[in-house]
């Protein structure tokens, strides 16, 4: 199976301050990376689309200045959650979509947790 | 605005049963269907996937497809307390790699 991992699995911080998660994909390639936010009993939200070597696409009401995405390579996608505030304390997802792949499934990272105090 | 249906439940089925989970969808483009388990506190785990109609068996799971009703479902055969969890439906539509998620269904397994 595809292997997705993510760094932290838990955070905590204090209002204010940033926060970088990583996602990696640990046995394939992958051009396109998604973020997601899940918060407690709810669905998964996208937030961002993160595609290799370009900039990356925030679905609506997700502020592209305060969740700074780079998809670096195609194996490492970062998000830093800027000036964190109690608001955004939340499981944050990442997905890779294997490149190549026929059905474009994604894999899911193992998720971080973020508590902002 | 693509939107994916599923029952909030909880469906509760004793061990050994069947159980059926349903989806909708509403983009009649849709390609490719997904069926995703998420534990709670955990991150979604992708089961199997579907394209064409008709049925698709691995193991325990089959999927079911029928592109002209917009439906997908999620069949479990001998449920085990152990699939007990929130099962998650996602539709990829034509042109983008993105995945619409359904809210999930949560499902219990009573042993």
């Known amino acids: 199976g595809a292997v997705v991992s993510q760094h932290p699995s838990r955070v905590i911080c204090k209002s204010g301050t940033s926060v970088k998660i990583e996602c990696r994909s640990l046995d394939f390639q992958a051009t396109t990376m998604f973020w997601y936010r899940q918060f407690p009993k709810q669905s998964l939200m996208l937030m961002a689309t993160?595609?290799?070597?370009?900039?990356?696409?925030?679905e609506q009401g997700v502020e592209k200045d305060k969740f700074l995405i780079n998809h670096a390579s195609l194996t490492l996608s970062t998000l830093t959650v800027t000036s964190a505030h109690p608001e955004d304390s939340s499981f944050y997802i990442c997905s890779a979509r294997r490149s190549g792949g026929v059905y474009n499934e994604q894999f899911f990272g193992p998720g971080t947790r973020l508590t902002v105090l | 605005q693509k939107e994916v249906e599923q029952n909030s439940g909880p469906l509760s089925v004793p061990e050994g049963a069947i159980a059926s989970l349903n989806c909708t969808y509403s983009d009649r483009g849709s390609q490719s269907f997904f069926w995703y388990r998420q534990y709670s506190g955990k991150s979604p785990e992708l089961i199997m996937f579907i394209y064409s109609n008709g049925d698709k068996e691995d193991g325990r799971f089959t999927a079911q497809l029928n592109k002209a009703s917009q439906y997908v479902s999620l069949l479990i055969r001998d449920s085990q307390p152990s699939d007990s969890a929130t099962y998650l439906c996602?539709?990829?539509?034509?042109?983008?790699?993105?995945?619409?998620f359904g809210k999930g269904t949560k499902l219990s397994v009573i042993p």
């Open positions: 993160s595609n290799e070597g370009s900039k990356a696409t925030y």
């Open positions: 996602a539709v990829k539509g034509a042109g983008s790699y993105q995945l619409t």
